[in-house]
């Protein structure tokens, strides 16, 4: 299963709204997880099964899936925001990501 | 707290054989799979190997198999891979990273990730 992530990049204010979408290539369930990194950081897990939330992470942060689209939403952008995130579907082996999207100031 | 730290990383040339090693705590070991996940300079995630709690199954990319043998000794905690036959294309930071399922092969949802180790394949 490919994922195509969109966008590639984005430019966003603290305070606002930001979504991220990946759109599957076949049909699938819920199996997909979005994770954030940070400049020379590892990876962090935020959301897996499609909208369910790593413990810890802000309620800001939400998952939804609608078909083969699936949607990362941040409401209201913090500064420590500012990375970039993949989504991952694990479905069916091999487990595979998307190309990511960096989010900017 | 779970706790993964990859080593054996470094410079190798092209054609040269490398070991990496990941020792874990702050949870049970032998209950989860556990994974290498790898990222080239500037690049993306790729999935590149995982081993069964057991040790008894293995995965692999395509564009590793026949390379690279993954394996883990559940006595000491430590999860290994030996990359042999080095390409410029396996210059990446490699991750070890725990699967969420506690059992068996896993789901390959990539729960906990250790910092990761650089791998340079150059000449």
């Known amino acids: 299963i490919q994922m195509t992530q969109s966008p590639s990049s984005l430019s966003a204010s603290v305070g606002d709204r930001v979504t991220i979408t990946c759109r599957a290539s076949?049909?699938?369930?819920?199996?997909v997880a979005w994770y954030q990194q940070k400049p020379d950081k590892a990876p962090k897990s935020l959301i897996y099964d499609a909208s369910k939330l790593e413990s810890g992470v802000p309620s800001r942060f939400s998952g939804s899936a609608s078909g083969a689209d699936f949607t990362l939403t941040i409401t209201s952008l913090q500064p420590e925001d500012f990375a970039t995130y993949y989504c991952q579907q694990y479905e069916t082996y091999p487990p595979t990501f998307g190309g990511g999207t960096k989010v900017q100031i | 707290e779970v706790q993964l730290v990859e080593s054996g990383g470094g410079l190798v040339q092209p054609g040269g054989s490398l070991r990496l090693s990941c020792s874990a705590s702050g949870f049970t070991f032998s209950s989860h799979a556990i994974h290498w996940v790898r990222q080239a300079p500037g690049k993306g995630l790729e999935y590149v190997s995982g081993i069964s709690s057991n040790g008894g199954t293995t995965h692999y990319a395509d564009s590793v198999k026949g390379r690279f043998t993954i394996s883990r000794d559940n006595s000491k905690n430590t999860l290994y891979v030996q990359m042999n036959s080095l390409r410029l294309e396996d210059t990446a930071v490699y991750y070890c990273?725990?699967?969420?399922?506690?059992?068996?092969?896993?789901?390959?949802?990539?729960?906990?990730w250790g910092q990761g180790t650089l791998v340079t394949v150059s000449s």
């Open positions: 990273v725990k699967d969420w399922l506690n059992q068996g092969a896993g789901i390959f949802y990539f729960e906990s």
């Open positions: 076949q049909g699938m369930n819920t199996w």
